[in-house]
């Protein structure tokens, strides 16, 4: 039996919402058809997905198991879609995806010195988004930084970094040489994934330095940040105790592409030099 993807794609719509007539609104398809096309994918699988009651619509263990799956089977075929659309009307182009603070040049040199013929191109990429767009195709592989979503990837670590302390200038910490993490005890602290006062979560390493700036919090980053970012309204102090920060290489793993191989294997004999 094939899996439909269009069937599966309706299904994830009324999983995330729990509400046929709402995901029958975001496919912008009849509710009876969104239904019957529920129905026969739960034929096709021999398996209830949905309690459906008064109450509403919850999810079935069965239901909940096809959901964890579906968004990355979903994924892999729009990657796939996306890559043979490239193939079929583009040169021989490779994405490849960063963070902040990573530099890239002299990786991307190297790939090109034995591969002239391809494109490369570089794309940032965020901490909540580093996996997706690896996973979907928009970037062919990616230097990240932990936390890393490992599920469907490959990763290769590369290096560490050790981590400063980012502070407002006129911070009563600013001008010290180096920091302990004791002394940093009593710092409110700015992470991306948590949200700020106003509950908008932080996404970007610009939006971290707005924040300190206005004096909600201090945050401890990578040193290739304060290289390469300065504000005359941000210092940025030594932490020797702070947990270094790590860079990793991630590329999708089920996927056998020559182009990402070369460049895989480029950034490895360059550790080596």
Not at 55 to 74: E, W
Request: contains cysteine; hydrophobic residues 45%; negative net charge.
């Amino acid at each position: 039996m094939d899996l439909d993807l269009r069937k599966v794609r309706y299904f994830v719509a009324v999983a995330e919402l729990l509400h046929f007539g709402r995901a029958a609104e975001r496919l912008h398809i009849a509710q009876p058809v969104l239904s019957r096309q529920i129905r026969s994918l739960e034929k096709d699988l021999d398996a209830d997905l949905f309690h459906r009651d008064s109450h509403g619509v919850t999810l079935t263990p069965a239901g909940r198991q096809l959901l964890d799956d579906a968004r990355n089977l979903l994924a892999a075929a729009h990657a796939t879609r996306r890559r043979v659309h490239r193939a079929a009307h583009g040169p021989h182009r490779l994405v490849v995806g960063f963070r902040a603070g990573i530099v890239l040049s002299q990786a991307l040199r190297s790939f090109c010195a034995v591969r002239p013929d391809i494109a490369v191109e570089a794309r940032r990429v965020e901490w909540d988004d580093q996996e997706d767009l690896i996973l979907d195709g928009t970037v062919d592989l990616a230097y990240v930084r932990p936390p890393v979503r490992e599920r469907g990837l490959e990763l290769l670590p590369l290096f560490t970094e050790n981590r400063v302390a980012m502070l407002p200038a006129d911070h009563r910490l600013a001008g010290k040489r180096e920091l302990l993490l004791a002394d940093l005890e009593s710092e409110p602290r700015l992470r991306y994934a948590d949200p700020g006062p106003d509950d908008v979560p932080i996404r970007t390493i610009e939006e971290k330095f707005e924040r300190v700036v206005a004096g909600q919090g201090i945050t401890l980053v990578p040193e290739s940040v304060a290289r390469l970012y300065s504000r005359p309204d941000i210092t940025y102090v030594p932490v020797p105790d702070a947990e270094p920060d790590q860079v990793l290489l991630a590329w999708e793993a089920n996927r056998r592409s020559p182009l990402v191989e070369a460049f895989v294997e480029a950034v490895v004999e360059g550790l080596k030099g």
